[in-house]
């Protein structure tokens, strides 16, 4: 393997430093028995290099990076001793010492210590897996520990590149996704000779069903929210992950997508758009819609055939196509996407793009961000100082009656048709 530069392995110590996730490791190994070993920044700052170098985050691969690959000036910045090449005892040495290392770092952040080289039968492992789902303290504080340095390292890229000015054009749009991520272990089986169900190495890892056609993977579902791009957008920004949160497959998919958004805010990151696909359509509101939303988030979501169009009504406010509308939207747009097929929708014609366009001035606008009980309020587009519809029955209702409508037959436009109306006179009302 060749020789490393000491800038990159600087770059990797560096980031290690400011992610702030040294102290948080160093806090829970305490005061350990016997000889201090080799250093976890270390081991750490190698398997960074083995990825940014080799593609995998492998102990052999950051083992072999250290004793061969880097400078006298990087070890001893590391806390490395010298390796003799040419002394196998030396070599051996150092590996052991390389995995103990890291031994050391796993006991203490593990929920379920165990052995993992070795296939459990199933009831033994599935009673270490509920570790990873309990409502324990000790076990809690150990999942919250791992996602805290997981999110520290993901996040202190990001912050360099918003105090160098990188992300002044980004506009809190951000992408969410759950994909597969595969491991070298194989799924559960049964043994030949006995019948008896044998578990995973990788105890908690599961199949992960693709929205696609392609086949399972077996292993975890990652969670991965990116600072995302539009068409409109007035610069260019890199489109850096933001989030990340490894997971059982199929399993807190909303709360996971939550998890990584909630730290954007201490960057003083905008919220904008948040886009995510069926997963996240299909989840409880209490599960991703209403925390987004909360967290300052308007969604796009991706529907299936038989959930696009109206959708729903609350307190006489309609839902087309997640976004809430007046209810005398009239028929032919509030009903221009129902029933229509992915193709249709993802690669509209100026027919169809022209209708979706025409249903913004009936969409209610936001007129107050979440309070402490989480409600959101909206106004009526028929209201406010700048309503953007002109609208007969509301002016008439609102100033002789103390009720607003609470239905309408949307496949009649009726009498009293709404009219988008930039300017029209000034008028006051709200939905809550």
Request: a neutral charge; glycine letters at 8%; proline letters at 8%.
């Amino acid at each position: 393997m060749a020789q490393i530069h000491d800038a990159v392995v600087g770059h990797y110590a560096r980031l290690l430093d400011d992610s702030g996730i040294l102290s948080l490791i160093d806090a829970e190994l305490g005061l350990r028995p016997g000889p201090p070993g080799l250093p976890i920044a270390a081991v750490l700052t190698c398997l960074l290099l083995s990825i940014n170098h080799t593609g995998k985050a492998t102990l052999v691969e950051a083992w072999r990076i250290a004793a061969f690959c880097l400078t006298a000036t990087a070890r001893h910045r590391l806390g490395l001793p010298e390796v003799d090449p040419a002394d196998v005892h030396q070599v051996l040495a150092s590996s052991r010492r390389f995995y103990r290392a890291f031994d050391r770092l796993t006991t203490v952040l593990d929920p379920a210590r165990h052995d993992r080289r070795a296939r459990l039968p199933q009831h033994q492992a599935d009673t270490l897996a509920a570790a990873w789902e309990d409502d324990d303290p000790a076990h809690s504080h150990k999942r919250e520990l791992l996602q805290d340095i997981v999110t520290a390292l993901v996040l202190t890229p990001v912050r360099w590149a918003k105090g160098r000015g990188y992300l002044r054009q980004f506009r809190g749009d951000v992408g969410i996704d759950t994909t597969a991520a595969p491991v070298f272990a194989r799924p559960p089986r049964a043994r030949r000779s006995t019948g008896e169900l044998i578990a995973s190495t990788e105890i908690t890892a599961g199949w992960h069903h693709s929205a696609g056609n392609g086949p399972p993977e077996y292993g975890y579902s990652a969670t991965l929210t990116v600072a995302a791009s539009t068409r409109s957008a007035l610069g260019s920004f890199p489109q850096l992950a933001l989030g990340l949160v490894l997971d059982t497959p199929h399993k807190r998919i909303g709360a996971n997508a939550i998890t990584t958004l909630k730290p954007l805010a201490t960057l003083g990151l905008p919220a904008t758009f948040a886009v995510a696909d069926r997963a996240y359509t299909d989840q409880q509101p209490g599960h991703f819609a209403q925390p987004a939303r909360e967290l300052g988030y308007r969604l796009a979501l991706d529907y299936k055939v038989d959930q696009r169009g109206v959708q729903g009504s609350v307190h006489g406010t309609l839902f087309i196509d997640g976004s809430p509308a007046c209810p005398l939207m009239p028929g032919r747009l509030a009903h221009a996407t129902t029933g229509l097929d992915d193709a249709a929708i993802r690669a509209p014609s100026e027919e169809l793009a022209a209708l979706i366009a025409a249903r913004e001035p009936y969409l209610l606008r936001l007129k107050q961000s979440a309070n402490a009980n989480g409600a959101v309020r909206f106004q009526c587009p028929a209201a406010g100082t700048s309503p953007s519809v002109t609208c007969p029955r509301f002016d008439r209702l609102h100033q002789h009656g103390p009720s607003r409508p609470t239905a309408v037959d949307l496949t009649d436009a009726g009498s009293e048709p709404l009219t988008p109306q930039p300017n029209p006179a000034s008028c006051h009302h709200s939905l809550i």
